[in-house]
């Protein structure tokens, strides 16, 4: 199942990302993170692909995201890291905040989940990106538009395979190592299987 998280969906592609998954006969419901409307305990696997840095209020986003898996169940949850790296393309995309892994671990209440893993990515790019970006508050004429850093990059073969090759070796290193920086940070979580009553824990229908 998937849950279109609407205030993080801009100029009108939540519906046609809903559109798009319930053509392929995949189960979507339109809601918000903080809001999630199903019943407590509904899932062993909980992910939020780059979510939480969308809303302002990302706690209560965490609260919900622990309410809906069962307790033993897994939240994974990734987000851009790093405030250093904030430029015009979070603002486009609609970021609130980046986070570091402390600001991150925070978000969770103790005895409500343990920390299974949690690791910078993207670490082989962050100089180059992070050079870019700061090179861009040099040319205030080049971020007058609507387009993020994407933008800049078309559809090119080699490039795919450049940066399909990049992210293959951080898979290989992530194997056996966490990753100190990076673009981006990952944590998994485990709820806990007796967790402590919490806000997350009241709501039993939405």
Known sequence: MVVSV???????????FLQYLRNRQVEAID??????????????????FDVIEHVADDRKAMEELLRVCRPG???????PAFQSLWSHHD???GHKRRYKKKQLQ??????T???VYISYFNSILFLPILGFRKLQAFMPGSRKGKDSDFSYFKKNKLINKILKAIFGM???????????????????LRKSANPENGPHEKKANA
Request: a neutral charge; proline letters at 3%.
């Open 73 to 79: 169940g897994t939240i994974c949850i990734t987000v």
């Open 91 to 93: 603002v486009i995309n």
């Open 106 to 111: 925070n978000l969770v209440k103790q005895q």
């Open 6 to 16: 609407g205030q993080s969906c801009i100029d009108g592609k939540r519906s046609l």
């Open 170 to 188: 951080e898979l290989f290193l992530l194997r056996s190592v966490k990753l100190p920086f990076g673009v981006s940070l990952m944590m998994f």
């Open 113 to 115: 989940a343990a920390t």
């Open 31 to 48: 809601g918000s993170i903080t809001n999630i409307p199903l019943e407590n305990d509904c899932f062993d696997l909980v992910c939020a």
